[in-house]
């Protein structure tokens, strides 16, 4: 059994949409994470100033995983760049998580 378009077209858009809510969310908490590490200033206001930046950073997220060309292109992207920022959060925070 196929599917029609009409149904593949609405399971791309529920896919993309999963990955845009969750993947971007945790994309943009890893890389918050991350700038709030390595930023050269006091440690709250580089919490505060990488909290700022998050709103952008969710926002462009949203924004690429439409603009790709597939949900799955959008998946592989955000589990990879989500695989690295985990790692160098790990690296980089005091205990490490390793």
Do not use: H
Not at 33 to 42: E, K, N, Q
Not at 53 to 76: E, G, H
């Amino acid at each position: 059994m196929t599917l029609s378009d009409d149904a593949r077209y609405r399971w791309q858009v529920l896919f993309r949409v999963l990955a845009a809510i969750f993947g971007g969310y945790l994309f943009t908490s890893l890389l918050t994470v991350f700038l709030a590490l390595v930023w050269p200033m006091p440690q709250a206001e580089a919490v505060v100033a990488a909290s700022l930046l998050s709103f952008a950073v969710y926002t462009a997220a949203i924004i690429w995983v439409f603009s790709v060309r597939s949900a799955t292109r959008a998946w592989v992207g955000l589990a990879l760049s989500c695989a690295a920022l985990a790692l160098m959060n790990a690296v980089m925070l005091p205990g490490g998580w390793l």
